[in-house]
């Protein structure tokens, strides 16, 4: 008698290879240009294997057939496919893991940057990614999505991904071009200012540690340190050991000793009350003395409130505006 392990083997190989059978039909009407066809059969097999429950087997089949549409160049048909991997990643309640999480990176990066299936694809992705709660989305999900717009040199929405990632080391190479390729000379302290001042706000003392580090001692312009020539980056550097302290006096003395360099950007010092609430137990003020927008933008930054992923914090998202 056959063992139910050998006979859910053997149903298993014969249900790839009937998916490997269809894959065969439908790649050889995709390079006979048949694309709408196609993209219809491709659909219905979608929904035929969902109704079936066969999950792993409409995802992988989607997964190659959008890949197989992008290499043509049929970007909706593609799109769609890209969209209905999300679908049967929710509705079978799949567990998030590195191979999902890259096959979806994967289909983000060859999406038309333009294209408003790629905002609600990503929108979608990261919501998944972390259950479908409000939360920011998976810190790996969160870089892969980083280095893919950071190739595109779309340095901004780059750096909304790197913060709510956990590679501090990969934000600061980015940083280091952006701030090369936009920023003047008399800026380069102050796009690092921004991502450590924003990392210690969502808690992330070890990436705001190492993005400092790393971009200093990286960018071309900024001489060894510490000290350094730049007094902002002499406040950055001491703020991360008072950090590590915790000591409320070492901070206090520290933001009043720096105003001139933190007046430079109105945000800095709403951040500043922000770590000092985190880190250093300050009570919250019972008024944001900015409020308004600068007092969004830092919510949005912290992910209150159930906004959607990667649009909310888009003002926020670049050091400076130098368009």
Excluded at 79 to 96: P, R, T, W
Aim: charged share 20%; hydrophobic share 35%.
């Amino acid at each position: 008698m056959m063992s139910e392990q050998e006979a859910l083997k053997g149903s298993s190989a014969r249900n790839r290879g009937g998916v490997q059978r269809v894959e065969g039909k439908l790649r050889a009407s995709v390079e006979r240009g048949d694309y709408y066809e196609a993209h219809q059969m491709y659909r219905t097999l979608f929904f035929r294997y969902m109704s079936q429950a066969k999950y792993a087997e409409a995802r992988e089949l989607m997964y190659n057939g959008a890949l197989l549409f992008f290499s043509y160049n049929q970007q909706n048909s593609a799109a769609d496919l890209s969209m209905l991997v999300l679908e049967s990643l929710e509705k079978s309640g799949a567990e998030v893991d590195d191979d999902t999480l890259e096959h979806l990176a994967k289909l983000f990066s060859l999406m038309d940057p333009n294209s408003p299936e790629r905002a609600a694809f990503v929108s979608r992705a990261l919501k998944w990614s972390t259950g479908g709660s409000g939360k920011l989305g998976h810190p790996k999900l969160h870089q892969l999505l980083a280095v893919t717009l950071w190739k595109e040199q779309n340095y901004s929405e780059s750096r909304y991904h790197f913060l709510h990632s956990t590679d501090g080391e990969g934000c600061a190479q980015m940083l280091v071009e952006y701030s090369a390729a936009r920023g003047f000379r008399s800026e380069v302290d102050m796009f690092v200012a921004q991502a450590v001042l924003q990392f210690l706000c969502l808690k992330n003392k070890t990436s705001a540690s190492v993005v400092f580090s790393t971009y200093t001692q990286k960018h071309p312009s900024i001489e060894k340190g510490p000290p350094f020539v730049q007094p902002l980056l002499n406040f950055l550097w001491f703020l991360l050991l008072a950090v590590d302290g915790g000591k409320l006096t070492v901070f206090t003395v520290l933001c009043e000793q720096y105003q001139p360099s933190l007046k430079r950007d109105p945000m800095y010092n709403e951040y500043l009350d922000r770590i000092g609430q985190v880190f250093f137990g300050v009570p919250p003020k019972q008024s944001s003395s900015y409020g308004g927008l600068l007092g969004n933008l830092l919510n949005s930054l912290m992910g209150s409130g159930e906004e959607e992923e990667g649009e909310e914090a888009q003002e926020d998202s670049s050091p400076i505006e130098l368009d």
